[in-house]
């Protein structure tokens, strides 16, 4: 949780700092501001989506610091329905290859904390009990 936090805030960050950076690692070629179409509104969404990123990595870097399972759990549904649809996205061509990593970068994380969460309810009984 920690690591995804701290990830979504940094590239947040980057969006918010440098726009076309972020272009780039999605996988989309930035275009000069003098050569934006009129009506060209690529950068108040990616300001908008950017501060989106630092809240959402923030309440995961707090949540982590509390060990809050409850929101651990409820990350992972909502993981899966993010890489679903940013897989769909680049299958049906409405968005770049680029963006098959942040489908790939959910999938994987909803499926590491679905595992760790398992993980840690199957071996708490065990780690209450004492040996005589």
């Not at 690591?3 to 590239?11: I, K, N, Y």
């Not at 003098?34 to 990616?46: K, Q, S």
């Amino acid at each position: 949780m920690a690591v995804f936090g701290l990830l979504a805030t940094a590239l947040g960050a980057v969006g918010l700092a440098s726009p076309d950076a972020l272009l780039a690692v999605m996988g989309f070629a930035p275009i000069p501001d003098a050569r934006r179409a009129e009506g060209d509104h690529t950068l108040a969404f990616l300001t908008a989506s950017s501060m989106a990123a630092v809240n959402m990595g923030v309440y995961y870097l707090l949540a982590a610091l509390a060990d809050w399972k409850a929101f651990f759990r409820w990350t992972v549904p909502f993981r899966l329905l993010t890489c679903a649809v940013f897989t769909l996205a680049v299958v049906t061509g409405r968005a770049p290859a680029g963006f098959l990593g942040v489908g790939l970068w959910e999938g994987l994380g909803a499926v590491v904390t679905g595992a760790a969460l398992r993980y840690e309810r199957n071996a708490s009984p065990r780690a209450g009990r004492r040996h005589a």
